[in-house]
Structure formats: structure tokens, C-alpha cells
């Protein structure tokens, strides 16, 4: 999907599932969600505007967050995440697996650049919700989505996340984020090692070639006995 066809996409999507009543989409894991997110904010809603796009042929909502904390990227005080989908002078238009969001709402997004603006990385699945537990602890909560995710790893529906409180998953984006970077750190190594490997054999080939003719010659002797 180009950046450009962000809304054309999507809502041409939702008219053809509304016949199948559902759509599908590919099941994310946590993992990677979190390393292809350009930042995964934290932040309260706190406006919606819904216009049309640029040539008036798809509604887009924009809505503005204060941004609490960024769990990964920049920090800023405000981030306005457009969307498909809204309503403006009585024409409504929605599509399945987009979240919606409300003023006074708090949320954890994990975002990703357009044109059109930032919007939320596999929409549904990129989104959280806050919710404040008995004793006022914050827990974060994994929004519902009407499409259908499926495991294409097992062809199978996918088991959603659970709610946890948000510590435990700050500290699960960090740990995920770690966990990648040392396993790009241990590929660059291995190709470091391959590339010092092919370079040695390369640096002294003749005298590996010598090394073999000597071999292959000693062998051809020994036969002849």
C-alpha cells in the first residue's frame, strides 16, 4: 500500500467484505509491530475532525493526541493520527480493522508515516486502549477489531493479546526492542565472519591452490605403488 492510496484502499476493502461480513487480515506479532513502528506513543485524545481528502473522494479522520510518554522514537507534546473513515455532512463511510478514537480516551498507538500524516501501523492491531484498574493502575488493552486475524505461520485464527498492566508492557517494548537489536548485531557479526572468511581464501587463493595440487598429486602417487 502507497502512502497515497491510504484511504482508496481501505475503503474500497470495507465494500467488498461488507458482502462476506467480514474481512481478513494478517495476524501481527508483537515483535513485529514493535520494530516496524516509527513511535509508539502514549497519549489522551483529545480532538476529532473528520474532512474529505484532497479530491473529495474519501473521508479521513484526524485525531490529535497529548502525547504522555513515547515508548519508542520521539517524544512530541502532540500528534494528530489520520485514519479512513468518519463522517462529514451526513455522509459516513467506515472500514473494517480501522480504530476509532475519543476525546478524553487514552490510548497507546503504534504509528506509522504517510503523506496523509502518521497513522496507526496495522491499524486495529496497532492500537491500545488505557484503562484504570481498582487500585488506579493503569492497564493497557488490546483494541477489538471486526476483521478476522488470521496465522499465516499455521493457517489457523490468532490468538489475541492479553491485557497487561502498563508497566509490564513498557517493559515488553524495550525487551522487544533489545531482543532485535541484538539479533541484527548477531547477523551483522555472522556476516562480518563470512566476509573475513571469503576474504582470506581470496587473499592467499594461489597458495590454497598450491595446497591442493600438492594433495591431489601426492594422492595420484600413492595410487601408482
Sequence with gaps: ??????????????????????????????????????????????????????????ILTYSTFQVEQALKGDAPREITIVTPGGAVDGMHQETIGVPSFNPGEENVIFTKATNLGPTVLYFDQGTYDIETADRGERVVTPRPTGAVLVDTQRGAAYEPEHARPLRDFTHAVHDSMARTKAEKMELIRARQQEQSIAGILLKYKFLIALAFAGIALATWQLLRK
Design 1 to 58: 500500500m502507497t502512502p497515497k492510496t491510504l484511504a482508496f484502499s481501505l475503503v474500497l476493502a470495507t465494500a467488498f467484505a461488507g458482502n462476506a461480513h467480514a474481512t481478513l487480515a494478517q495476524a501481527k506479532s508483537f515483535d513485529d509491530k514493535v520494530e516496524n513502528a516509527a513511535s509508539i506513543v502514549l497519549g489522551k485524545c483529545v480532538a476529532t475532525k473528520s474532512q474529505w481528502d484532497p479530491d473529495h473522494r474519501w
